[in-house]
Structures are given as structure tokens and as C-alpha cells.
């Protein structure tokens, strides 16, 4: 994930021998892509409360930084940072109120230890190589985005205890799961793509507004139904050869069943704020059966794929549809103004 927020310069690009221009009056120090091997060459302000080192060569930390107390964000991420190189950071108590710490792309094989970080708010260890979530029971509750994609998780452990969860992403590993989502009650997002889940199971969680569980093994969509609160659904690169478990879904304004087994398209008359539906890849037959089953999104739709369907293969398909949507201003891959 990248830091939020837009960013004043504050550092000079130079080589990467030569001493970097610092600004020692600002509070944010971004270090971006300057090719870094180590930060010896870099004069820490007193006063930072952000430290971007996105995309340098650091397979280490700076001890400096460790005496950083107004620090709130830290973001090592795409370097080669290693378990032993992140280690030291788990005593450096004068950081206690961070409040983001990004370790995305680097080289990890662990969860490491951020338990003094009571503060903390999200949390980011994607693109790693990590092999277990053991080691998240120690992240504190405070946490609000939660992002561990890309990595080689078997299962979803030791998140029970993140009541103020709003986003959670493990998409991109091994779990074939879903479970432990009990007590996220907060969780307005849940990214699982590319996993192997064959079921879904949101252990009666309804507030969640995002779920993507594109590319996984299911064959059925049930288990949405009380999902009440859902804005955004991605299912695609999935088994799915039928629509279901949608009519309560009154709020859904994205919907994605593309690339599945679908031939009919049903359960969505009640949706009526659905603005995109993407129904591409798959093998349906019937340009009608579409029309009548988005009636009622007829005036909210904008937005619809179907190619690569039999019934796109009629030659004034999207004529029809743009006289039976109004307000549509994309079929496929084309836009109108």
C-alpha cells in the first residue's frame, strides 16, 4: 500500500555517494527511488513524523531512526529487508506512537514483532514470503488496514482480536478458507482473490461494503445474502454457473461475474442502484434474459461487459442495449460520450 496523501519534496536526488540535501526544518523526509544502499549519507530531522524509503537497496535499519519520537509513519517498502534486518525494530520504543509501518515487497519470511507499537493503524507486510500469519495476535487492536497479499499463507490466524478492522487483504496466497471473521465487525473491505476457496463463509459479518474473491474455486454464490450494506462484489476467474443469494443485495453498485460458467442471468431485479455489471466470458445465450433481469437497474446501469457471450455475437447487440439502458455509457470496450 502506498503512504496516503500528497507530499512536498524535501530531499534532493543526487548520487547516491554523494550527501543528500536535506531540509532539516521539514517534518517529512521522502526518500523515493533514491537508489539508496544504506542512509549514511542522509541527516535525519529532529521533528519527522513521515519517512518514505520506498523503493531504494536497504538491507538494513539505521539505528538513527530508532530515536525518531514524532514518528508516526514509516514505509520500507520495496527494499531487501529481511526478518534479522527488521528484528532491531521491536525495541525501539521512542517510535511507540506510529501510526503506519509499510514492509510491502521486501524479504520477509515472518510476521515480525510490532507489539510496542500500540498505536498503530495499518500495517502492510505484503510481497513478502511469508508462510504463516502466527505473529498478527501480537499486533495490537488499534489496527484499521491490514494487508497481507502476496505472500504463502495456508490460513486466515490470530486476527480474532482486530475489532476496528476496516480493510483486510490476503489475497494472492494459499488460504482455500475463509474463517476467523467473526469478531471484525468493522470490516468494510475483504480483498481474498486469487486464493483457493471453494466456499463462502463471511461468519455473519454484514457491514462489509468490498469483497473479491476473484480467482479462487467457487462454484456457488451463495452465502452474500445478508451482506446487506454490499456496494462492490468481484467474482470473476471463478466455477460459477449460476446467479443466486443476490436479491437482498439492494445496495450493490459494482458487480463482477465475469469469466465463470454462467448461461442465464437472474437474481438481480432488486438491484436497483447497479451501475457496472460485467457478465464478459462467459456462455450466455440470451440478450433478452439480461434485459429483463437488470429492469430494475435500467436507469442506473452505465456500465456493462458482455463480450465473448453467444448472445454478443448478434450483430446489433449493443444497439439494443443502449435504447433499453438510457444511461449507459459503456458496452465492452467501447465508450460513449
Known amino acids: 500500500m502506498d503512504m496516503d496523501g500528497e507530499k512536498q519534496p524535501s530531499a534532493e536526488a543526487t548520487n547516491p555517494d554523494q550527501a543528500v540535501a536535506i531540509d532539516l526544518s521539514n517534518t517529512v523526509l521522502d526518500l523515493t527511488s533514491f537508489q539508496l544502499h544504506d542512509l549514511d549519507s542522509v541527516e535525519f530531522p529532529t521533528n519527522l513524523t513521515e519517512l518514505d524509503l520506498t523503493a531504494n537497496r536497504l538491507t538494513s535499519l539505521d539505528s538513527r531512526i530508532s530515536h525518531l519520537s514524532n514518528l508516526k509513519k514509516l514505509s520500507l517498502r520495496q527494499n ?3 526478518d534479522a534486518a527488521i528484528e532491531p525494530i521491536s525495541r525501539w520504543d521512542a517510535l511507540a506512537g506510529l501510526e503506519e509501518l509499510i514492509l ?6 515472518k510476521i515480525p514483532d510490532v507489539s510496542i507499537f500500540k498505536k498503530l493503524s495499518v500495517f502492510d507486510v505484503s510481497f513478502n514470503e511469508i508462510t504463516l500469519s502466527h505473529g498478527l495476535s501480537n499486533v495490537t487492536d488499534t489496527l484499521k488496514e491490514l494487508y497481507v497479499s502476496k505472500n504463502e499463507v495456508p490460513k486466515m490466524e490470530e486476527i480474532e482480536h482486530f ?9 494472492s496466497n494459499r488460504l482455500r478458507v475463509m474463517e476467523n471473521l467473526q469478531n471484525l465487525t ?31 474455486r467457487l462454484t456457488s454464490m451463495k452465502g452474500f445474502e445478508e451482506c446487506i450494506a454490499l456496494e462492490e462484489l468481484y467474482l470473476s476467474h471463478n466455477g460459477i454457473s449460476k446467479m443466486e443469494g443476490l436479491s437482498t443485495l ?35 445465450e440470451s440478450l433478452e434474459s439480461i434485459v ?11 456500465t456493462i461487459y458482455l463480450e465473448n457471450n453467444p448472445c454478443a455475437k448478434s450483430s446489433n447487440y449493443s444497439a439494443t442495449l ?16
Open 322 to 337: 443502449r435504447q433499453i439502458f438510457p444511461n449507459i455509457q459503456q458496452i465492452d470496450s467501447d465508450v460513449f460520450l
Open 186 to 216: 468493522n470490516l468494510q473491505e475483504l480483498w481474498l482473490g486469487r486464493n483457493r476457496i471453494k466456499v463462502v463463509n463471511l461468519c455473519g459479518l454484514k457491514c462489509i461494503k468490498k469483497i473479491s474473491l476473484q480467482s479462487n
Open 163 to 171: 475489532h476496528d478492522l476496516q480493510i483486510l487483504e490476503f489475497g
Open 292 to 302: 429483463e433481469a437488470a429492469a430494475g437497474s435500467r436507469e442506473t446501469l452505465t
Open 104 to 109: 510491502r515487497d521486501n524479504k520477509l519470511m
Open 250 to 284: 439492494v445496495n450493490l453498485h459494482v458487480l463482477d461475474v465475469s469469466s465463470n460458467k454462467l448461461t442465464l442471468v437472474d437474481d438481480i431485479q432488486n438491484l436497483s442502484r447497479l451501475e457496472d455489471l460485467w457478465l464478459n466470458d462467459n456462455q450466455i
Open 80 to 82: 531487501l529487508i529481511d
